[in-house]
């Protein structure tokens, strides 16, 4: 089924507007975790895809929320090369609970591992759900790999991607329904997933 209208619209303004820092939501009872050491992202079998800090704002303009994986342009050796990076909001991260923070890293690097960085930034947002459901399936299958006892994990995951979808993205003026709309989708694409059969 093709998201409506709307939704798309909605997505578009989501992943564009800044974010609630999530220390400012005291209400939440939000704690600080602390940041986990990212899960290694290796490519190809032997490319590593480096993890780095940046703000909520410098995410949020590569195109993600929490954290972003991003093919940018540095300078080395007096030139300019192209690297594929995994930027996360240094800000937020560590006020989420471990199993979401791992899902994360390995949500963004199951972008560079699917080729996701290949598309065409105006071709992304037609293939939103695409794109990020074939990520988070990747992330979740190998979370499950890792895992006895997976099946309570990726509730937990599920879970607290809810809260922290919902504390941390602001809805548009009037929106909130179409906010959570959004949020159960992803998570209704997520049960689809592989990861989730037994
Ligand atoms: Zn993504």
């Not at 609630?20 to 032997?46: F, R």
């Not at 995951?157 to 979808?165: D, G, K, P, V």
Request: aromatic share 10%.
């Amino acid at each position: 089924m093709k998201p409506f209208p709307l939704l798309a619209l909605t997505v578009f303004w989501l992943i564009s507007s800044a974010l609630t820092p999530l220390h400012a939501k005291e209400q939440l009872e939000i704690k600080e975790y602390g940041l986990i050491t990212p899960p290694a992202c290796i490519v190809d079998s032997n490319r590593e895809i480096k993890v780095y800090p940046g703000t909520s704002e410098q995410i949020v303009n590569f195109g993600g929320f929490l954290a972003a994986a991003g093919d940018f342009e540095v300078g080395k050796d007096g030139g300019i090369v192209h690297e594929d990076r995994i930027y996360f909001d240094e800000s937020n991260m560590p006020f989420l609970h471990p199993l979401l923070q791992e899902f994360l890293f390995r949500h963004e690097c199951a972008h560079v591992k699917l080729d996701h960085l290949d598309i065409p930034r105006t071709k992304r947002l037609g293939r939103y759900w695409d794109i990020e459901k074939g990520a988070d399936c990747q992330a979740l299958l190998e979370m499950k790999q890792d895992s006895p006892d997976f099946s309570q994990e990726a509730e937990s995951i599920l879970q607290h991607f809810n809260l922290i979808a919902n504390a941390i993205m602001p809805a548009p003026p009037g929106k909130e329904a179409v906010k959570q709309q959004f949020i159960d989708q992803r998570i209704a694409n997520m049960r689809k997933c592989n990861a989730f059969q037994s």
